[in-house]
């Protein structure tokens, strides 16, 4: 064999199957159905029943159908086991046989092969203020492993106001008023080779002029612009509780901005239909999704009104989703969404090609803290991973410090590292569809497919989304499980580790550094003064007034014009805009699931800086270590989540000759206050064992509630219900354990102290 023929066969056997390869072999395996079979006679299956009785010898009488099933904010159950079938009496395979990636209802991925021929997208978010600095970020960005631009608006730019009118400028992202602005944040970015991203917030008209214009002006080919800049005023609209512009006026702007993209720059999307707000409510997985696929669905409607192809419109959507904290949920949920999307097409009458979706994902903000703020990263981490196995196109991890302030050096390339390493150090590129076959998740699946389903046709039967949002129907549901988070995380049901478990005692926050907005709205100002000093005023009116008079699929290339010409963003949105019959509903405020006791601990700290006193807890532990130590070491981490003194010994036991001594010594130490200068407690825990408690208890809490005065005693431990009564007549006035309220007690004890009105 010659060199030439040797180095074309090691060419043909190093080349990968193409989409189209493997999309072909796949549908021709759909008829085969000859498989070998596959037997493991060699072992010996147990039965379900025989798997429950060996869980519940270990269980050693513990309930197993109360310890074995977990129960999700979705409503659905986790079961201890699954098999290849949903339970011990099902019929129903839940493995489906006949669906592959790529195709079909897209469940097992968006493309054919996966991530392998495409990985997905690093799109990490670029928030600086300055457009110079953000552009300088940006491409730093790209050289450390990013693959996407990524850019983060700031609220006035998102609502479509010049740096001179803002609030506060640059305080979440980077301001752009000027034509200048939008030349100095894509300066020397390569365009053409990597996407480009952006949400817009209410409209995407005025942002995406501007990108063109400086694109053209900078004399690059705009037709090669990809990735999406778009905007969603439904979300908006739910973010803000009005809009700036009508209803009827925003989707005129965004079937404008389909046109022109479909027409100019076919690889934009300029629809970003995010559930930021939803996920920020503390919606579980099945609201976030049913609620942002009724947004879209509205937007579908609107835009077939406009006469947009439903082929147009499935090529201008582009999805962002929020990954929670439940690593299953979120692959399934990833998963079903995909499933329902298709469907969903599928009735407007869309080809198999237009029923997948783009996605973007990013870690909730809502599962992230301000107190222990280094397990960040590790929620991230978890988030990432469910999104990556679940399947999305690009992915965004936040810096786990942005609780706090805008990522550093350090935070970003944390946060930039993680998705390199699950690419090229964890092998996550390879499987396709890596969650298939998982009888588990397969099953959640299906759940929340139904589950997703379901809630998305309570919004169609209220008559589609507006009319939903108009009657409060998702405003009201979302609040609703927010309340029951907050409610388990009260309770410690749910587990925020270094906020209402394991707090991180005398814990050193991080630097705030926030944005000197009065500086960076001077700086802009000035610099769109200058800018704008010698331009055509005449001229810049005129763009502007042709702005106004534009027909259909005309606006963007004028707001273009307007924008070479000098106007800014504020002025293209005022002429293009119309807030007449714009509208006002309740808004869905952005929540995190620990704010209430970070906001509890911030309470003493500033309690403790203004008066050089806390609440001061004393642990009346009874016995040797052993006996009280659980209970010792399960009440003092309760209470020093409200960042309290509690002060630790060893118990007290009797003398020999000396039955009942230990009280003695107890009320001794108590009354000795809490240091050398004599600070009373505030708050004394009896610590022992049920077994002893029955004599310590009328004896012990008495006297202790008699030196404590309006002070509170603690029982450690639920008290059985025989014998709680006496134990409150003996003085104890409430029980620190597993089942008690931490939240409401940590605040009862604020208030009683003078911390708290």
């Not at 690889?267 to 999704?289: C, K």
């Not at 890596?434 to 397969?442: K, L, M």
């Not at 130590?629 to 209470?639: G, I, M």
């Not at 002060?647 to 009797?654: C, E, I, K």
Request: glycine share 8%; aromatic share 8%.
């Amino acid at each position: 064999m010659d060199e030439v023929t040797k180095a074309t066969s090691a060419e043909n056997q190093e080349r990968q199957l193409t989409d189209k390869e493997l999309e072909a072999i796949l549908k021709q395996s759909e008829g085969k159905t000859d498989f070998p079979q596959v037997t493991f006679d060699e072992f010996t299956p147990p039965t379900y029943e025989e798997w429950v009785d060996a869980c519940n010898a270990l269980l050693k009488g513990k309930p197993f159908d109360k310890l074995m099933y977990t129960k999700t904010y979705e409503g659905i159950t986790f079961s201890p086991i699954y098999t290849l079938r949903t339970g011990p009496d099902a019929q129903d395979a839940i493995l489906p046989t006949d669906d592959y990636p790529g195709m079909g209802d897209f469940m097992r991925g968006q493309k054919v092969n996966g991530y392998k021929e495409e990985p997905w997208g690093i799109a990490q978010s670029c928030d600086e203020a300055l457009p110079k600095e953000n552009n300088e970020l940006l491409k730093h960005e790209i050289d450390r492993g990013s693959t996407v631009y990524n850019v983060r608006l700031d609220a006035s730019t998102l609502h479509g106001i010049d740096v001179t009118d803002a609030e506060k400028p640059g305080e979440t992202g980077v301001s752009l008023t000027t034509l200048e602005d939008v030349h100095n944040l894509l300066d020397g970015l390569d365009l053409a080779k990597y996407p480009f991203m952006m949400y817009t917030g209410e409209s995407a008209l005025a942002p995406l002029a501007m990108v063109a214009a400086a694109v053209k002006a900078q004399g690059k080919d705009v037709s090669a612009l990809h990735g999406v800049i778009g905007g969603s005023p439904l979300t908006q609209l739910l973010t803000d509780g009005k809009n700036k512009e009508s209803l009827e006026k925003a989707y005129d702007q965004m079937a404008e901005t389909i046109r022109w993209a479909r027409k100019n720059a076919p690889s934009v999307a300029t629809v970003f239909i995010t559930s930021d707000v939803f996920s920020l409510g503390g919606a579980q997985a099945v609201q976030e999704i049913a609620y942002t696929f009724g947004v879209a669905v509205e937007y579908v409607r609107e835009m077939l009104k406009r006469g947009i192809s439903i082929h147009d419109i499935a090529q201008s959507f582009y999805f962002g989703f929020n990954v929670g904290a439940t690593f299953f949920i979120e692959i399934a949920k990833l998963r079903a969404a995909r499933q329902v999307w298709s469907n969903i097409m599928k009735a407007f009458g869309a080809e198999e090609e237009d029923r997948s979706m783009k996605i973007h994902a990013k870690p909730a903000f809502f599962t992230k803290t301000i107190f222990d703020v280094g397990v960040n990263m590790l929620r991230n981490t978890t988030e990432a991973f469910s999104a990556v196995v679940g399947g999305v196109d690009t992915y965004e991890n936040a810096p786990y410090d942005d609780t706090v302030r805008k990522g550093d050096e350090f935070s970003r390339r944390i946060a930039r590292n993680l998705q390199i390493m699950l690419q090229e150090e964890f092998g996550m590129l390879r499987p396709i569809d890596a969650a298939g076959g998982s009888w588990a998740i397969e099953k959640l699946t299906k759940e929340m497919a139904e589950k997703i389903w379901a809630e998305f046709q309570k919004i169609e039967s209220l008559g589609g989304m507006t009319k939903a949002i108009k009657e409060g129907y998702p405003q009201k549901e979302i609040k609703a499980v927010l309340e029951k988070r907050f409610k388990a995380l009260d309770l410690r049901k749910d587990r925020a580790v270094g906020n209402n478990m394991y707090p991180l005692m005398g814990e050193v926050l991080l630097e705030a550094r926030p944005e000197d907005t009065e500086a960076i709205k001077k700086e802009l100002g000035d610099a769109a003064k200058a800018y704008r000093a010698d331009l055509d005023l005449a001229f810049r009116s005129q763009k502007l007034a042709e702005l106004k008079d534009a027909g259909e699929g005309e606006a963007i290339d004028k707001a273009a014009a307007a924008a070479a010409a000098g106007a800014t963003i504020g002025e293209i949105n005022e002429v293009a805009g119309n807030a007449e019959g714009s509208v006002a509903i309740e808004k869905i405020d952005a929540h995190r699931w620990t704010e209430r006791f970070e906001a509890l601990r911030f309470d003493t700290e500033a309690y403790k800086e203004k008066t050089g006193k806390n609440v001061e807890i004393f642990l009346a532990n009874m016995g040797k270590i052993p006996q009280h130590k659980a209970r010792a070491d399960f009440s003092t981490s309760f209470l020093q989540v409200g960042e309290f003194n509690v002060h630790l010994n060893n118990g007290f036991q009797d003398d020999e000759d000396k039955p009942g001594s230990r009280w003695d010594k107890c009320v001794e130490a108590l009354k000795a206050g809490a240091d050398d200068k004599g600070t009373p407690y505030d708050v004394a825990v009896i610590c022992s064992t049920d077994a002893t408690y029955p004599e310590d208890v009328p004896a012990l809490a008495p006297r202790l509630k008699e030196v404590l005065g309006d002070g509170t005693l603690f029982l450690a431990g639920a008290a059985p219900k025989d014998l709680e009564e006496t134990y409150r007549k003996a003085g104890v006035d409430d029980f620190i354990s597993v089942k008690a309220n931490c939240y409401e007690i940590l605040r009862m004890l604020q208030k009683k102290k003078g911390m708290i009105e």
